[in-house]
Nanobody
């Protein structure tokens, strides 16, 4: 059974930074594409970023490009999301997800974490 556990969420003022982590167990981590999604209250879940199996390819939503960085450490079975220059509109529950294809659709990801809240105040 694949398990994903996020950590690192919290509250920060606009312009601040946070780093999310997601630990993965139950499957060979290096065989998984890892993604981050977010869901703001009253809105649909949206794609944030993904990183391929080796970490060599990344892709970002336009709304976070240049501010967020996704990375992975295959030796630690962990994926990260470094978030800088945070804005109030980044406020959401952030979810880690794992799949087998480098796609932006949530339906392409088979495994999900429980989510971690990020709140950015103005």
């Amino acid at each position: 059974q694949v398990q994903l556990v996020e950590s690192g969420g919290g509250s920060v003022q606009a312009g601040g930074s946070l780093r999310l982590s997601c630990g993965v167990s139950g499957r060979t981590f290096s065989s998984l594409v890892m993604g981050w999604f977010r869901q703001a209250q009253g809105k649909e879940r949206e794609f944030v970023a993904y990183v391929d199996w080796s970490g060599g390819r990344t892709y970002y939503a336009d709304s976070v490009k240049g501010r967020f960085t996704i990375s992975r450490d295959n030796a630690k079975n962990t994926v990260y999301l470094e978030m800088n220059s945070l804005k109030p509109e980044d406020t959401a529950v952030y979810y880690c997800a794992a799949g087998e294809l480098t796609l932006v659709a949530a339906s392409a990801y088979n495994y999900w974490g429980q989510g971690t809240q990020v709140t950015v105040s103005s």
